[in-house]
């Protein structure tokens, strides 16, 4: 019997190659695009896991002063429930998860679930808690803003995905002491017998501190109705009524002696 020698030609063997490597290359970009798909629907359940947390901070301050905890599984979250006691103070009640409270003098390394907590008042920090219940005294009447925030050992702050992780809630204070500015003021300005842009709707909400002055180049008196003050006004002397917005409603001010409305108070 003869043997049978099969010839393998060039154009052969180059097809055959070329055949191949195709066939790899397209097994290889099937398997990047499922790893890709499962990486964007990992990514896409992380975004949502975390949905749910309430890091409701600030954004305004350095890399240095914060950690961040975006890698961190099950992160700590912060809620604060504030309520005013009618005598010039507000009792902080604050629920924590996935963090613990350390004494403010602990020493040792920064863990992400253990610190203490820092409290500002208006913008500025007023005291540091190692405890979930506490008394702010002494406030002046109106609206006040009080922020909790966690805070490490070493008093940085904790942050996750770009803000703090911290609560903020908005008070009304009342039966403290008087406070020396207003949270809204206006101006009216009244030349030749009318409202110089026109007639203003300034609104405000229930609590309120207001202060409205009233600049005019004739003698009268401006009258803002219901809460029923009565200011005098001049050239050389503008009227400046302040009131505390406890009374709902849409009210009208007036030059008393023109008779005519110089603006609205809507209080909501």
């Known amino acids: 019997m003869k043997n049978r020698i099969i010839d393998f030609s060039r154009p052969g063997i180059l097809l055959f190659f070329i055949s191949s490597v195709l066939l790899t ?84 390394e920064n863990q992400p679930r253990e610190g203490h907590l820092h409290v500002e008042l208006d913008g500025v920090m007023v005291t540091m808690l190692s405890e979930r219940n506490h008394y702010l005294s002494d406030l002046s009447n109106g609206h006040h803003e009080i922020v909790v925030s966690l805070s490490s050992v070493d008093h940085r702050s904790f942050s996750f995905n770009g803000e703090l992780i911290a609560d903020t809630t908005t008070v009304m204070i009342s039966g403290g002491n008087e406070s020396d500015f207003p949270d809204a003021s206006f101006e009216v300005k009244i030349l030749g017998g009318e409202v110089k842009g026109g007639l203003s709707r300034f609104e405000v909400s229930k609590g309120d501190l207001v202060e409205i002055t009233v600049y005019s180049d ?41 008779g005519f409305r110089i603006f609205e108070l809507q209080v909501s």
């Open 25 to 108: 290359l397209a097994c290889g970009s099937e398997n990047n695009s499922s790893n890709n798909t499962l990486l964007e629907e990992k990514n896409e359940k992380e975004k949502h896991d975390h949905a749910g947390h309430n890091h409701d901070g600030h954004d305004h301050y350095s890399d240095e002063d914060v950690i961040d905890l975006s890698s961190v599984k099950d992160p700590p979250n912060i809620s604060l429930v504030a309520i005013p006691d009618n005598k010039g103070g507000v009792t902080l009640d604050i629920e924590l998860e996935n963090f613990e409270l350390v004494p403010l003098d602990a020493k040792g």
């Open 218 to 258: 004739k003698n009268d008196e401006v009258h803002l109705h219901v809460y029923d003050d009565m200011v005098s006004v001049g050239p050389d002397a503008p009227a400046v009524i302040n009131v505390e917005a406890t009374i709902p409603g849409i009210f009208e001010a007036e030059l008393h002696s023109a």
